[in-house]
T-cell receptor, first 110, second 114 residues
Framework: GEQVEQRPPHLSVREGDSAVITCTYTDPNSYYFFWYKQEPGASLQLLMK?????EINEGQGFTVLLNKKDKRLSLNLTAAHPGDSAAYFCGTGGNNKLTFGQGTVLSVIP | EAAVTQSPRNKVAVTGGKVTLSCNQTNNHNNMYWYRQDTGHGLRLIHYSYGAGSTEKGDIPDGYKASRPSQENFSLILELATPSQTSVYFC?????????????FGHGTKLSVL
């Protein structure tokens, strides 16, 4: 079945710097991809859901890139701020199944 | 905003004891899920349901049962709890079919089995 590897498990950046979290997946039939954000002590909230037809997806202060050839999904936070400190989970969907990555704990230092 | 409520928020159980984790959603979503979250593993699906009366096995169902008595409620049952089931458990609901959906998560239940 699908396997999703997420790296790094922990990431610490200074305020204003960029942060990149990357996931690789194995199932070529996966057709949609997502990122969830979990702030400390809170539940997971959907950050962005993207479909395989779109390789670049821009949100507020971040970009999600999908490279289908390399089966790689990345979350790029531009100019990180302390409010971005959270755990981030990538994942894939397809074949009636969602598969999550292991998670990345991001710390943004003021 | 979708509301998913889990209870209890924290639970300490003894090995061999029975544990029931409860989940309630007020959004009339058909699909509900139970995940456990462990360091290094992300979220892993235990059981899920397509509606009242339905329960399906997820990726790691061994040692767990589920019950969906109504549209709103979905319970996870550990009949004989073991220390390996110490984890954080998340319930989620979703309103689209075929897993192609946005999930709304509860705040989690931290379970410690001693």
């Amino acid at each position: 079945g699908e396997q999703v590897e997420q790296r790094p498990p922990h990431l610490s950046v200074r305020e204003g710097d960029s942060a990149v979290i990357t996931c690789t997946y194995t199932d070529p039939n996966s057709y949609y991809f997502f990122w969830y954000k979990q702030e400390p002590g809170a539940s997971l909230q959907l950050l962005m859901k993207v479909f395989s037809s779109t390789e670049i997806n821009e949100g507020q202060g971040f970009t999600v890139l999908l490279n289908k050839k390399d089966k790689r999904l990345s979350l790029n936070l531009t100019a990180a701020h302390p409010g971005d400190s959270a755990a981030y989970f990538c994942g894939t969907g397809g074949n009636n199944k969602l598969t999550f990555g292991q998670g990345t704990v991001l710390s943004v230092i003021p | 905003e979708a509301a998913v409520t889990q209870s209890p928020r924290n639970k300490v159980a003894v090995t061999g004891g029975k544990v029931t984790l409860s989940c309630n959603q007020t959004n009339n979503h058909n699909n509900m899920y139970w995940y456990r979250q462990d360091t290094g593993h992300g979220l892993r699906l235990i059981h899920y349901s397509y509606g009242a009366g339905s329960t399906e096995k997820g990726d790691i169902p061994d040692g767990y049962k589920a019950s969906r008595p109504s549209q709103e409620n979905f319970s996870l049952i550990l009949e004989l709890a073991t220390p390996s089931q110490t984890s954080v458990y998340f319930c989620a609901s979703g309103d689209a079919g075929q897993f192609n959906e946005r999930l709304f998560f509860g705040h989690g239940t931290k379970l410690s089995v001693l």
